[in-house]
């Protein structure tokens, strides 16, 4: 019995999932996917902000419509610095990348984070 060893053969079900659902696909496509790298177009552009609104939305109660990319973080949505840690914390595990700390506290906008991400994504 042979069993196929792709680049998402040792990740759970679940991350899988939300690995196509990232990148636009199916879980079946997400190997396939994912061997594949493609520049980065203004569609990733709106896929980064769609998810750092998502995280915004979990991190705050604030509903995604109502965010912006340049709502303030301080004073549009109410994020305080606990909350920047937390929200830097869900972006390293969505995006698997790593924030520094400074850069997540000196971000005062949506449109910085997703910068941030995009910034880090670009070096990874």
């Known amino acids: 019995m042979s069993t196929s060893q792709g680049p998402t053969s040792g990740i759970s079900e ?3 999932r939300k690995l196509a659902a990232s990148l636009g696909g199916n879980v079946a496509g997400a190997s396939a996917a994912s061997a594949q ?4 177009d203004d569609g990733a552009v ?9 995280i915004l939305e979990a991190t705050t109660g ?3 419509e109502e965010i912006g990319e340049r709502s303030r973080l301080d004073e549009d949505l109410n994020v305080d610095s606990l909350s920047k840690v937390d929200t830097a914390v869900r972006l390293e595990e969505r995006f698997g990348v790593r924030i520094e700390e400074a850069d997540i506290l ?19």
């Open 14 to 16: 679940e991350a899988k």
């Open 37 to 40: 790298e493609e520049p980065q």
């Open 46 to 54: 709106r896929d980064f902000f769609a998810e750092v609104a998502r």
């Open 62 to 64: 604030i509903e995604r």
């Open 106 to 124: 000196q971000a005062s906008t949506v449109g910085d984070l997703v910068e941030l991400v995009e910034g880090k994504g670009e070096t990874s």
